[in-house]
């Protein structure tokens, strides 16, 4: 190799290695600046040439450490979104938990609700059934309590079947009485049809087929609808459709007493097995106090037939008086009638009229048939008899208006009589007629101290005396009575 060419490639590597060893140096002070720039020193120095590069780059790591740090936001934000999402997954999660224990919560009442309501319902059942008891009780003792204190006949009779009528709702009541003597089953007392109606039947055989299949069978008959059976007929005897009916006997023990039959209902329904059982129940409570009553009426018509007998006795003995009481009962019960008096109150002045001078037992024979005036201490003995009459039938379970006409036959409407002095308005309307017709029979009778005055004398006598000793309406229809009946003075006149 030429010596020029050495020393020429000696001298390019020499300027090769100065101008690396040049730039390494520029490379270092160039860090070396921007590390002084980077950590706040804005005085360093940098050369010329570098600004731009320096610029270019610091923007660009502006923009990276912009870059990083909205990098870094933004994992925070998906890492909160993410934290977010988890939670949101762990609460819906729990919600449909709850949800789902809300269901079943639900469910859970759903079915307590239906059971409440199931309870409800028995309760409500077993409340009507409670209401339906107590009222059947509270009906039965009403009805015991009623008829332990009643001792008449007849309103017993009306509350057997009246009570137990309005209970059940009934149209229409029938009580029938058995009669043992003939074996005949007698209506006795019916509501719900018209009086007339009623009236025409008492006291006389019924033939209704109801009572007899009962009277026969001794047990309870319950036709919830005629028109379902074709044993009965729903058409009655009386005049009216049977619908539906009820009808028990009432007994004591074996012994038949008498039928109740309810027919037909207010509101239309039919009657039901449980009222069949609790008319059969009243039936049995009423018997005791039917029986009682009849037994009563028994002993109080044994006890009439014994005081009249007394009366027969008392007027044997007084030629004078016999056959009195009959014929003051006959004159009684024509005036009655003539004013139009109810059936209660013929009854009342017929007793009252057999009954007026039983007092007069305990009056001492001569004075009765003295026959000359009387001494004041004789008349005071008589003047007691009203008043001896009335305690001799006070103990009795008569009608108390019997007992007080008893008493008031010989006052007189201007309050001269005996033995209260009583004045006209206090006079019941019985005793009036009685003091009428007692005076007429004395007047026409013969007496011990005197002859009978003839009718028409004696008629007109009492017209004398009307409106003072004797009442001036009933004077008058007792002389029309008298004076209109042709066998005048022999038809009505007894003895
Ligand atoms: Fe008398």
Not at 72 to 81: A, D, P, R, S, V
Request: include cysteine; glycine fraction near 4%; proline fraction near 3%.
């Amino acid at each position: 190799m030429k010596p020029s060419l050495i020393l020429l490639l000696f001298l390019f590597s020499a300027l090769v290695s100065g101008f690396l060893l040049y730039f390494i140096f520029y490379v270092h002070r160039l860090n070396k600046t921007l590390q002084r720039f980077q950590e706040g020193d804005t005085d360093a120095a940098l050369p010329s040439s570098s600004l731009p590069v320096l610029s270019s780059l610091s923007s660009r790591q502006a923009i990276l450490t912009e870059t990083i740090r909205d990098l870094q936001n933004m994992e925070k934000l998906q890492q909160g979104m993410l934290a977010l999402e988890k939670k949101e997954r762990t609460q819906l999660v729990e919600e449909k938990t709850l949800a789902q224990q809300l269901e079943h919560q639900l469910e859970e009442t759903r079915q307590a609700n239906q059971r409440i309501f199931i309870l409800n319902r028995d309760l409500e059942e077993i409340n009507t059934s409670l209401n339906e008891a107590i009222n059947r009780l509270s009906a039965l003792h009403q009805i015991s309590r009623m008829l332990g204190m009643e001792h008449d006949k007849k309103q017993i009779f009306r509350m057997a079947l009246s009570l137990p009528a309005e209970l059940l709702q009934a149209e229409i009541g029938h009580l029938f009485l058995f009669d043992k003597g003939t074996g005949e089953m007698n209506l006795e007392y019916s509501l719900g049809l018209p009086a007339a109606q009623t009236l025409s039947r008492r006291n006389t055989r019924e033939t209704s087929p109801l009572a007899g299949w009962v009277a026969a069978n001794k047990k309870p008959l319950l036709i919830p609808d005629f028109r379902l059976q074709d044993t009965f007929s729903p058409n009655c005897e009386m005049g009216y459709e049977r619908k539906t009916s009820l009808t028990v006997p009432i007994m004591i023990r074996d012994e038949l007493i008498g039928i109740i039959s309810l027919v037909n209902r207010k509101n239309g329904q039919p009657f039901s097995d449980n009222e069949k059982t609790l008319l059969a129940t009243i039936a049995s409570e009423t018997a005791m106090a039917i029986n009682n009553a009849l037994l009563l009426e028994k002993i109080q018509k044994n006890y009439f037939s014994t005081i009249e007998s007394l009366i027969m006795v008392v007027e044997s003995k007084d030629m004078y008086t016999r056959g009195h009481s009959e014929r003051v009962t006959r004159y009684s019960l024509l005036i009655a009638e003539q004013m139009g008096l109810s059936l209660d109150q013929m009854e009342i002045v017929q007793r009252a009229a057999i009954l007026h001078d039983i007092g007069k037992i305990t009056v001492e024979l001569s004075i009765l048939n003295k026959p000359t005036a009387l001494e004041d201490s004789e008349y005071d003995q008589i003047k007691l008899h009203p008043l001896i009459g009335y305690r001799i039938l006070e103990p009795l379970d008569f009608d108390e208006r019997i007992k007080l006409s008893v008493l008031q036959h010989h006052e007189r409407p201007d309050g001269k009589g005996y033995p209260k002095g009583l004045r006209e308005e206090e006079i019941l309307l019985e005793a009036k007629i009685l003091t009428v017709a007692d005076t007429f029979d004395a007047m026409t009778s013969a007496r011990p101290y005197r002859a009978a005055i003839n009718i028409e004398d004696s008629l007109r006598e009492m017209e004398n005396n009307a409106g003072t000793q004797l009442d001036s309406e009933i004077v008058k229809i007792l002389c029309k009575i008298i004076r209109s009946t042709t066998s005048y003075g022999t038809g009505l006149m007894v003895g």
